[in-house]
C-alpha cells in the first residue's frame, strides 16, 4: 500500500514538473508575440484545471444515440434570439426576434439564430400539400409540387436578409443599449434553391408588358409584395434550403422568395403564387406599411435594397471591456455588408468620426454578404472611446453620418437607416450605446435621448 501510494505521489508529483516545465518553455517561446507579451502571466504551482484530471473526463460521455438532432452545449444558454414588447403587436405573432450578434462568428448565422420576422405567427405548411402557382402574363401557367420545383437546376448563395427597420428605432437617438436590439434585424446564411429567371425561361413570359412580379405567401396574412421584373431576371431566387438544411418553419418552409441584398420584408415566406402583370399591386405592406416619410409629409415608396451599412460586434453593451488590463491587445471586430453590392473596405474611428484608421477585411467578401472586419488594438485603462465604423461598397456608396441622414429623411422615418454608429467605451471597460451630432458635436446616448 505504501509502496503503490508512494509511486502514485511520484507520478503526480513527476506530472507537475512537466506541465510547469512545459508552460515556462511556451511562455518563453511566445513571449515575444503581441498579445501574450501584454499578460502578466503567473503560473506559481500551476494551474489546477491543467494538473487535475477534468471531471467530464472521468465519465462515460452520451451514446452516439442521443440528440439524433444536435443541440447547443447547455453552458451555451444565453445564446438565443430575444424579442421585446416595443416590438411586438401585443400577441408576440405581428413581431420580431432579433439576433445575438455579440455572439456570432464568421459571415454565417445558425438556422436557430437567424433573426424571425411574421406578421400573423410562424406558419406550417405540410410540404406533401405545399403548391406554388405561377400565372398572369404567361404563354404557360404552372402549378408545381415541391418535388416539381427541386428537378430544377440549383444554386446556393451565401447572402444576408436585413429587416428594412434595422437601427430604425435610432432616428431621433439610441433606443436600446444594446447591438442585439439596435442591429439584430438581420443574418446570413448559405441558400440553396432555384433562380426565378431559370425557372420561368420555358413559360412564355411577355416581356413587352410583364413589369412586375407579385410574390404571395399561404400565411394567414397572405403576405404580398410587388418585385420590380429587372430584379426577378436577375438573382431573384426561391429557396427551400438554409445552411445545409431544410428551411425552418420560421424561415418560410418549405419555400421562401429571396431577394439578395433587397429588404426582408420583400422575401415573401410560405410562399404560394408568383403572378407577372404590368403593373405593380399596391399591397398593403407597400403602401400603408413599409414606406418612409419624408420632412415634405410625402413618403418614398417602392425603395428596396438596404444601403451601405456597418457595426462595431465586438466591444458592445454586451460584451464590455471591463476585464481587460492596461496595456492589453484586443482585437476589435465588427460587420459591414451592402444590398448594393460588395463591401471594398471599413474605416474605424476612435473619436466619434473626427478621424479614422483602416480596417482589415477578414475571410470571405462576397456580393450582398456580411463582411467581417477587424482592428487590432492596444488598450489603455482610463481611455474613454468613441468607437465608430464608416463602410464602403463597389456601387461607390459609403455610409453617411445621421446629419447628412437626417437631412434629407429628417427624424420621423423608420426604414433604411445606414447611419454610422457609435459605441462609447468608458474609462472603466464599459460599453454604451451613443449617438454623435457632428453640427453641435453632441453626444446623444440612451438615457438622455
Keep these: 500500500m505504501d509502496k503503490n ?3 502514485i505521489d511520484l507520478e503526480i508529483s513527476d506530472r507537475r514538473n512537466f506541465f510547469k516545465k ?19 502571466a503567473t503560473f506559481g504551482d500551476g494551474e489546477p484545471e491543467i494538473l487535475n484530471h477534468a471531471k467530464w473526463g472521468q465519465v462515460w460521455g452520451d ?54 420576422r411574421s406578421h400573423g405567427g410562424t406558419c406550417f405548411v405540410d410540404p406533401n400539400e405545399f403548391r406554388l ?52 434585424f438581420m443574418s446570413s446564411a448559405e441558400w440553396t434553391g432555384v433562380y426565378i429567371k431559370d425557372l420561368i425561361k420555358d413559360l412564355g413570359l411577355d416581356l ?52 439578395p441584398g433587397w429588404e426582408g420584408n420583400l422575401c415573401v415566406k410560405w410562399l404560394k403564387r408568383l403572378e407577372f402583370s404590368q403593373e405593380p399591386w399596391y399591397a398593403k405592406e407597400e403602401t400603408s406599411k413599409y414606406t418612409n416619410l ?6 418614398i415608396q417602392h425603395f428596396y ?4 451599412n456597418s457595426t462595431v460586434v465586438t466591444p458592445s453593451p454586451e460584451k464590455p471591456w471591463t476585464h481587460l488590463k492596461d496595456g492589453d491587445m484586443v482585437e476589435i471586430e465588427g460587420l459591414a455588408w451592402s444590398g448594393m453590392g460588395t463591401i471594398t473596405g471599413v474605416d474605424l474611428s476612435f473619436d466619434g468620426g473626427k478621424n479614422y484608421v483602416k480596417a482589415k477585411l477578414k475571410g470571405l467578401v462576397l456580393p450582398k454578404s456580411w463582411t467581417r472586419w477587424s482592428y487590432m488594438h492596444k488598450y489603455k485603462k482610463g481611455d474613454v472611446l468613441l468607437l465608430t465604423s464608416r463602410a464602403t461598397d463597389d456601387a461607390g456608396f459609403i455610409q453617411p453620418t ?38 453641435h458635436r453632441e453626444t446623444k446616448g440612451v438615457n438622455n435621448a
Design 133 to 184: 402557382m405561377i400565372h398572369g402574363l404567361v404563354d404557360k401557367p404552372l402549378v408545381l409540387t415541391l418535388e416539381e420545383l427541386k428537378r430544377y437546376p440549383r444554386v446556393t448563395r451565401t447572402h444576408f436578409i436585413e429587416c428594412p427597420a434595422n437601427g430604425g428605432q435610432e432616428w431621433r437617438a439610441p433606443q436600446f443599449n444594446s447591438l442585439q436590439f439596435s442591429k439584430g
Design 63 to 116: 451514446p452516439v444515440s442521443k440528440n439524433l438532432y444536435g443541440v447547443p452545449s447547455p453552458y451555451e444558454h444565453n445564446v438565443i434570439r430575444r424579442n421585446t414588447k416595443l416590438l411586438a403587436s401585443g400577441n408576440f405573432r405581428a413581431s420580431i426576434a432579433v439576433t445575438p450578434l455579440h455572439e456570432s462568428e464568421g459571415i454565417i448565422t445558425p438556422n436557430g439564430l437567424f433573426f424571425s
Design 22 to 40: 512545459t508552460v515556462a518553455i511556451s511562455v518563453t517561446a511566445l513571449a515575444g508575440t503581441s498579445l501574450l507579451a501584454s499578460q502578466n
Design 305 to 308: 435594397a438596404n444601403e451601405v
Design 208 to 259: 413587352s408588358k410583364a413589369q412586375w412580379m407579385l410574390a404571395e405567401g399561404s400565411d394567414n396574412s397572405e403576405m404580398g409584395r410587388t418585385v420590380p421584373i429587372d430584379k426577378v431576371l436577375d438573382d431573384a431566387m426561391l429557396v427551400w434550403g438554409q445552411n445545409g438544411e431544410a428551411l425552418r418553419p420560421e424561415q418560410g418552409y418549405p419555400v421562401r422568395l429571396l431577394l
Design 5 to 7: 501510494k508512494s509511486n
Design 402 to 439: 445621421i446629419d447628412e441622414e437626417t437631412l434629407v429623411m429628417g427624424v420621423e422615418a423608420v426604414y433604411h437607416r445606414n447611419a454610422v454608429e457609435t459605441w462609447e467605451v468608458t474609462a472603466d471597460g464599459k460599453v454604451n450605446h451613443v449617438q454623435i451630432r457632428t453640427d
Design 294 to 299: 419624408k420632412p415634405s409629409g410625402k413618403a
